[in-house]
């Protein structure tokens, strides 16, 4: 009679060494591809979005942005142009309901020029109020 053979099994166990190895390149290689960039926000005053007859008239203030280009009360300006005037102007110091400022973007402006002056009204103390084209049904 012939003995009955033994079986033989393999070690089933999965290598694990090199994970630690791996886990600290993977966090060394994150931290290096990661760029830390601080995001520029500002806080804005917001008039309500009721329709009043007294918020707008022939005085306030309006800025058109078209483009590349500002347009502050329909004259050309650039952004340090702009914040000077609406620094001579005083926002500041005047009622809430006077320091509205009327900002009118059309489309194709780069976000960049929008929120610089967006930026540069609320620095000087303005209040915004965004001009929107009605609808027709």
Do not use: C, H
Request: charged share 25%; net charge neutral; glycine share 4%.
């Amino acid at each position: 009679m012939s003995k009955p053979r033994k079986k033989k099994y393999r070690d089933m166990a999965i290598p694990t060494d090199s994970f630690s190895d791996i886990a600290f390149l993977l966090i060394i290689y994150f931290l290096v591809a990661t760029s830390l960039v601080k995001i520029k926000s500002i806080t804005a005053d917001l008039p309500a979005g009721e329709k009043s007859t007294n918020a707008q008239s022939d005085k306030t203030p309006t800025i058109n942005l078209r483009g590349s280009e500002i347009f502050f009360n329909d004259k050309p300006l650039d952004l340090e142009a702009l914040s000077a005037r609406l620094a001579a102007l005083d926002l500041a110091k005047l009622e809430p309901d006077k320091r509205v400022v009327l900002l009118e973007s059309a489309a194709g402006t780069p976000y960049q020029n929008y929120f610089q002056a967006l930026a540069a009204i609320s620095a000087n103390g303005g209040v915004v109020a965004l001009v929107d084209e009605e609808k027709k049904p």
